[in-house]
């Protein structure tokens, strides 16, 4: 039997975002233990010209269910990028795991094959094939800003292990 484009996406995007979410908690845990205010690690940053935490979480979550919505050969569900605390990035989180779990193996069948379009600020339209898509451009860039937010908050001294990060062996994310 080989691999669905719906089983190498979906439950990926959704054990990836509920590990972040946990991370997230665990640093709001930590600000509040410490008395800081949280907006020191939501802002935070570790060269001026990179994207806060806040921005690192917002990415990780478009490009999880971007990739759902595109792969599926639909428009995807726009988020505002409007949260500034930890609650609302939980609440972003969960909305897109639960926008991930609203699609079928079958409106990804054939998707290996269809024609994707990313635009983007910086390079223009993108153009992709769904699986070079997936495993070239979403799975590398959702893992790269959830280690990115991983890595300031335990830069921070967020008590984070890599079984944090990774979550336990063989199950689904932490909730």
Known sequence: M???????????FVR???????VLRKADEHARAQGWDP?????MRLYPDMFPLLRQVQIATDMAKNAMARLAGVEPLRFE?????????DARIERAIAYIGGFTPDQLEGSATRPVTVPTRSRGDLHFLGRDYLFGWTIPNLYFHIATAYGLLRHAGVPLGKADF??????GPVR
């Open 16 to 22: 990836a975002l509920g590990q972040l979410r946990h």
């Open 2 to 12: 080989s691999l669905s484009m719906y089983d190498a996406s979906a439950p990926v």
């Open 39 to 43: 907006q020191v690690l939501l802002q």
């Open 166 to 171: 990774l979550g336990p062996v063989g199950t």
């Open 81 to 89: 990028d409007d949260e500034t605390a930890f609650a609302q990035l």
